[in-house]
């Protein structure tokens, strides 16, 4: 018996089984059509079945959305390519090589269409390890950087990213760009550290541990902190205000109206939480 159409053509899919066989195990479970096909390729390419498969859209679109999976964190950006939008220039770089990789993979480690057609009928292809899998990819990936002179584009990218480039998620890539961008984009950033408005010996709120780090980072922002401070109400705006003009509590609670300064103390608890909210409904 022939293989089917053992003539591949330079548009075929064929030529990315290589890819495919190379993919580690914990990503070919989620795809469910490169899952489908057997780790014997002679059974794929004897197959017209198969082949059918192998040819099919949802084949290209699996094998491109798992190849550029592994591509896109040796980049050298935050997170995963899930965490960002189509927008993003890095996310469409990842496609840009993928072809290349592709071939730098049959030249690298031999990895090709004739390596698996050597692969005895019997034999089924084993998963690679992880770590040797990453290793090749991060490999491939500065090979094709410097091929194709993506350097300069990488470079720009990391240095002005925009909100457009991220999914809405409540990812650590995402919140590290965000508290980077509020913090460095704004020229008329000012202190406004709810953290030190909050201090008091008596409260015991001045013991904030570095899990609301976060909430002052983002706070000394003017850009976000505007936004946040739209949604307080108007008392609760004038002792941040007030606060922030360096007025003890004391001070303020005379000047507002409260009885004693206990009062100040808890709009301000109320404004602390309120804020931790806000930042996790906006993902900072």
Partial sequence: MSPINLEISRDS????????????????????????????????IYSAE?????????????IME????????????????????????????????????CKL?????????????????????PFFQPEYIKAVIANLVKR??????????????????????????????????IRKWYHTRSKRVQTVSLEEYMEDEESGIHEIEDSSAAFEDNIIAEDFCGRFKSTLS???MEILELRA????????ARRLGYKTHSGVLKRMNAVKKAFIEYENKYGQ
């Fill in 234 to 236: 108007k008392r609760d």
């Fill in 144 to 177: 094709a950087i410097e091929e194709h002179g993506l350097q300069p584009i990488l470079k720009v990218v990391r240095a002005i990213p925009c909100d457009e480039d991220f999914e809405r998620w409540d990812t650590n890539a995402r919140k590290d760009f």
């Fill in 13 to 44: 899919n064929l030529l990315y089984l290589p890819l495919m066989y190379f993919l580690p195990e914990e990503l070919i479970i989620r795809c469910p059509t490169l899952r489908a096909l057997p780790r014997k390729v002679r059974e794929v």
């Fill in 245 to 252: 003009e360096g007025h003890t509590y004391e001070e303020i």
């Fill in 105 to 125: 993979l049959g030249t690298e480690i031999g990895w090709n269409i004739q390596a698996l057609m050597n692969i005895h009928s019997n034999q089924e292809i």
């Fill in 66 to 101: 798992a190849g550029t999976a592994l591509i896109f964190p040796h980049f050298g950006f935050g997170g995963w390519k899930e965490h960002y939008t189509g927008y993003c220039p890095v996310y469409q770089l990842a496609y840009y090589i993928f072809n290349p990789i």
């Fill in 50 to 62: 198969n082949i059918s498969i192998v040819e099919s859209d949802q084949f290209l679109a699996e």
